[in-house]
């Protein structure tokens, strides 16, 4: 069965709540959304949101990779062989990992579509006794003012979450207080794992860290202290400090992850599809995980429920993957999709749907 077409289209989706990084703040989801099409017209759907500060992916980028690199290159392949068309995705141009994950996604979709299965199962083909059919993310609160964050932390609560995500990396003093009032007002029975997004600089990680070690703030992990760039701090920090550090910024691909485990940047990998081009990639950095026995979380960037579904789908089919941070579509306004892994809160339920099982996508496609 050939690619017989590649469809693009656009999606906008309102927040919740403004999104706010120490990289960015966003109030709309706006992504573009991929249809890929069998010869006996099976679709798959992928989607890439641009994040320009953290994959130097924007909108036009993504549009013109796919547009005139990925398709030209791909288009008419065999979807019975999957390995040589990712081949094809990766090699037809260097990074633009945004738009060949939503390629990929889309491949994935169609692929397990084709062989009549849901994607998380086709996945976990390799440990299918360990496959999970329900997992549990947590919510991002946003950097603000210590009484925004506090508000937003006890609203998470009402509606379930156990488990906070708080970025941080606006000052480390600051931050210490941030959280520390979050952890007074949620109480001790509610997780908090601290995101500084590269906002701080190696010394001020570890004495923000320790500080809050010190008052028995009681922190799950600390996502991406320093600047992706700086491999040592990094190291510095995690030997430094008590509380796991987990690698995200500085993660996108196989051989970053392999470094990292072998030379102790991180005690743990913050998997995203939109770092490592999509699924293919992804599954190789479980392998390695499983083999240096590191556990992974797999997040997601501000997306909607078509790329954070394929995340749910490897989330549940791969035992390194203990932390789940795929909240894009708790933090939308609107689901605009049908189908798809069930959100209730906090959790998540994978269905045995064929694919990802997104089924309704209101978008306006053009063919390319
Ligand atoms: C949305 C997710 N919970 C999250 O916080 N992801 C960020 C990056 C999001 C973005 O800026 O789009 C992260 O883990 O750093
Ligand atoms: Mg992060």
């Not at 941080?168 to 794992?193: F, H, P, S």
């Not at 694919?355 to 063919?367: L, N």
Request: proline share 4%; with cysteine; charged share 25%.
């Amino acid at each position: 069965m050939k690619l017989k077409e590649i469809a693009i289209g656009y999606i906008d989706i309102p927040l919740v709540t403004p999104f706010k990084t120490a990289l960015r703040t966003v109030n709309s989801v706006n992504d573009l959304i991929v249809k890929v099409t069998a010869e006996d017209g099976t679709e798959g759907y992928g989607e890439a949101p641009p994040t320009a500060v953290i994959t130097g992916d924007t909108k036009e980028s993504i549009e013109a990779a796919i547009r005139y690199y990925i398709a030209p290159t791909i288009k008419g392949m065999d979807l019975e062989d999957l390995p040589a068309i990712m081949q094809k995705l990766e090699k037809c141009l260097a990074k633009n990992t945004t738009a060949k994950a939503a390629v990929d996604i889309a491949l994935y979709d169609l692929y397990a579509k084709l062989q009549k299965k849901p994607l998380f199962r086709l996945l976990g083909e390799k440990e299918p006794e360990l496959v999970k059919t329900k997992l549990e993310t947590d919510l991002t609160i946003s950097v603000n003012e210590t009484e925004e964050m506090v508000r937003d932390s006890l609203l998470a609560v009402e509606k379930g979450f156990h488990v906070l995500k708080v970025k941080v990396g606006k000052g480390g003093a600051k931050d210490v207080e941030r959280i520390r009032e979050i952890r007074n007002a949620v109480g001790k029975d509610i997780v908090i794992r601290v995101d500084a997004n590269q906002g701080w600089t190696r010394e001020e990680a570890v004495s923000t860290i320790t500080a809050m070690e010190d008052a028995g703030l009681g922190i799950e992990l600390v996502e991406q202290p320093v600047s992706y760039h700086d491999f040592k701090g990094m190291q510095y920090v995690t030997a430094q400090v008590e509380t796991p550090i987990l690698a995200d910024e500085s993660v996108f691909s196989y051989e970053d992850a392999v470094r990292l485990m072998e030379e102790k940047g991180a005690d743990l990998i913050n998997i995203k599809l939109m770092k490592t081009g999509g699924i293919h990639e992804a599954v190789r950095i479980c392998d390695a995980a499983d083999q240096f026995g590191v556990k992974c979380m797999i997040g997601c960037m501000l997306e909607s429920k078509v790329s954070v579904s394929a995340g749910v789908h490897l989330a549940a089919a791969r035992s390194c993957v203990t932390m789940a941070d795929l909240d894009g579509p708790s933090l939308c306004r609107i689901d605009p999709y049908e189908g798809g892994p069930v959100y209730e809160g906090p959790h998540i339920f994978l269905k045995e749907d064929n694919g990802i099982g997104i089924t309704g996508v209101p978008v306006k496609f053009e063919t390319i």
